[in-house]
């Protein structure tokens, strides 16, 4: 079963380790590769503790030589056989933590394309209640979070689990009375541990979720910095930043704290087993039991012993802080997916371009009871130039995006060709509009870049062609470089030559149909009419639909929706709705009026 699949993760201790459980079914591609490192984890383990009781033997040999000759010969031979364990035990580490770690990162990998994929599948609706900010720190902060705290727990885990459990295996075997009592500390100690660890979770979890939270704050702070200083707004949000940053302290905090306290708890309780094993073993050795050799091969394993616990301790600390990471990443790979259309064949490849709205409703999912289209009907002729026009709030965006199907209706039906749009798979609809939004979007790279974008074949003499269609030729010119200069801070680029390099980067994708959302209301009227007279020229021979609100800009289409609360209440060109002396006449009067 893929990973996206398996169901939500609830915010409970048990939803953390259903995260990570799900964070392992991802690395189930690579469970020989981490069985092997599993072997070497035990290998390395194993040799390590063959050390103890050599060097017991070695102690033993120089106290008898204390009363006769020291046998150097085997003393020299223990020598080289404890260099030759310890130097093969640190090779099978080293190996189990490289592997290990690529096995991480690769995981890490996967997973961000994952998130990627999972953007272009979650629908429009998504994002009006989750912000921006909030998706980015998911699929950077997070994923970076997650993958460092595997990275960095689970070697140091498997590692520090076999040492533990072999420990425990030769302590056995060595001296059952003085095993005994170290396990009496360590059991003491792990119950100390797992009460920390139960009241720290919550903490680890808060901690991402009020970082998540602040990141989009951030976000959304920084891209309308303009409008947060000419607002003087400064202080207000400086507040709110000020009241989210000490949430994320605060939350920081205490999960530091309480895991900070693991290990100095794990050195205390590991002091006290050297102290049991000292006084306990000086009464063993002194009734004869043992031997002092013996004792010095105990303190060693009480060291070898706890150090895995205290590993153990710093290794689930990181683990809580990814458990907290993989739970917010599943959440958002969890969230409900536009319906599965692999099964629709149906395609349009010669579109004529007429479009009909039939009794079109809808609200939006998270607020099915405002409806906010009504009962929208309307038909379009092919090549017709449909400007809709209305006040905030008639629906007019919402009508471009339910013909785009970014939204599906609740009720009536849209259809191209006399195909309805839902018979089609969203790509063959989208593939089949160019559209330009009254919000530009340039991202730093060439000017050619941000004009071709995802086309093939475009040649420099049809980038010369739209930009001079769009008065932009002698701009791009006079940049350094011409189309290869690098869109950046650095370049001095107005709101208006923005608008203009996306009108054209639409130009250049020459679908039939074509899609302007307030396109002009960036420009100045001379660059207006230029931008007018490159859109007649688009516009010709294709359905187009010009959402306006400056009313002069439309005197010129075929057919013109007057939108009021979710309705058509008229439609008609220019002139007859002026002749109609209703609602379009008195808006485009009223636009004259404050002019004048």
């Known amino acids: 079963m893929h990973p996206m699949r398996m169901g939500p993760v609830d915010k409970s201790h048990g939803g953390l380790r259903a995260a990570l459980k799900r964070v392992l079914h991802y690395m189930e591609h690579y469970k020989g590769t981490i069985l092997f490192a599993l072997v070497l984890a035990a290998v390395g383990?194993?040799?390590?503790?063959?050390?103890?009781?050599?060097l017991g033997d070695m102690t033993n040999l120089m106290k008898d030589g204390l009363t006769g000759e020291i046998d150097m010969a085997a003393i020299g031979k223990i020598g080289v056989t404890l260099l030759s364990i310890y130097l093969v035990s640190s090779l099978c580490t080293f190996l189990q933590h490289f592997i290990m770690a690529t096995i991480t990162l690769r995981t890490s990998?996967?997973?961000?394309?994952?998130?990627?994929?999972k953007i272009n599948k979650v629908p429009q609706s998504y994002f009006n209640g989750v912000s921006q900010g909030d998706v980015l720190s998911r699929m950077t902060n997070d994923v970076q979070t997650l993958q460092q705290g595997l990275a960095n727990s689970l070697p140091g885990i498997i590692s520090a689990s076999a040492q533990f459990v072999g420990c425990l295996i030769m302590m056995l075997i060595t001296q059952w009375q003085l095993a005994l009592a170290v396990i009496l500390v360590t059991i003491v100690s792990l119950v100390v541990l797992m009460l920390v660890m139960t009241r720290s979770q919550k903490y680890f979890v808060a901690r991402q979720k009020s970082l998540g939270t602040l990141n989009g704050f951030i976000e959304e702070m920084y891209s309308g910095h303009e409008v947060v200083r000419i607002s003087?707004?400064?202080e207000k949000l400086k507040g709110r930043f000020d009241g989210m940053n000490g949430e994320v302290y605060e939350a920081n905090w205490r999960s530091q704290f309480l895991s900070g306290l693991m290990q100095p708890l794990m050195n205390v309780m590991g002091n006290v087993g050297y102290v049991v094993v000292c006084v306990l073993g000086a009464a063993l050795a002194i009734g004869g039991v043992i031997s002092f050799g013996t004792i010095i091969s105990f303190i060693l394993y009480v060291r070898l012993f706890t150090a895995p616990l205290t590993q153990i301790a710093q290794g689930m600390t990181n683990l809580q802080t990814a458990a907290a990471s993989a739970h917010r990443?599943?959440?958002?790979?969890?969230?409900?997916?536009?319906?599965?259309?692999?099964g629709k064949t149906q395609r349009l490849e010669q579109v004529q371009g007429a479009v009909t709205f039939d009794h079109v409703r809808f609200s939006y999912p998270d607020n099915a009871e405002k409806i906010i289209i009504k009962d929208f009907s309307a038909q379009v002729k092919p090549g017709q130039k449909v400007a809709i026009v209305g006040p905030t709030g008639a629906g007019k965006t919402t009508m471009v995006n339910l013909l785009m199907r970014f939204f599906e209706v609740n009720s009536g039906s849209i259809t191209i060709d006399g195909v309805p749009i839902g018979a089609l798979r969203r790509e063959n609809v989208h593939d089949l509009f160019s559209m330009v939004l009254q919000d530009t979007w340039l991202f730093e790279g060439t000017v050619r870049e941000n004009l071709v974008y995802n086309l093939k074949g475009v040649t420099d003499e049809d980038l010369?062609?739209?930009?001079?269609?769009?008065?932009?030729?002698?701009?791009?010119?006079?940049?350094?470089?011409?189309?290869?200069t690098v869109l950046s801070d650095n370049v001095a680029i107005s709101a208006?030559?923005?608008?203009?390099?996306?009108?054209a980067r639409a130009m250049l994708q020459n679908s039939p149909m074509l899609i302007l959302d307030e396109a002009t209301s960036?420009?100045?009227t001379r660059t207006e009419l230029i931008i007018q007279r490159?859109?007649?020229?688009?516009?010709?021979?294709?359905?187009?639909?010009?959402?306006?609100?400056?009313?002069?800009t439309i005197k010129n289409a075929d057919l013109i929706l007057v939108m009021r609360d979710g309705d058509v209440i008229e439609s008609g060109n220019h002139e007859q709705l002026m002749a109609q002396g209703g609602f379009y006449a008195d808006l485009y009067n009223s636009q004259f009026e404050r002019s004048a």
């Open 45 to 54: 383990a194993v040799l390590t503790l063959v050390g103890p009781d050599r």
């Open 109 to 117: 990998k996967r997973m961000r394309g994952d998130l990627c994929e």
């Open 232 to 234: 003087r707004a400064g």
């Open 329 to 342: 990443i599943f959440e958002f790979l969890d969230a409900e997916e536009m319906a599965d259309e692999s």
């Open 464 to 484: 010369e062609r739209v930009c001079k269609a769009c008065g932009i030729a002698h701009f791009v010119h006079a940049l350094p470089q011409g189309f290869d």
């Open 496 to 503: 208006g030559q923005k608008q203009l390099l996306t009108i």
């Open 522 to 524: 960036s420009v100045d």
């Open 534 to 552: 490159a859109m007649d020229e688009l516009t010709n021979g294709r359905t187009s639909f010009v959402i306006a609100h400056r009313l002069s």
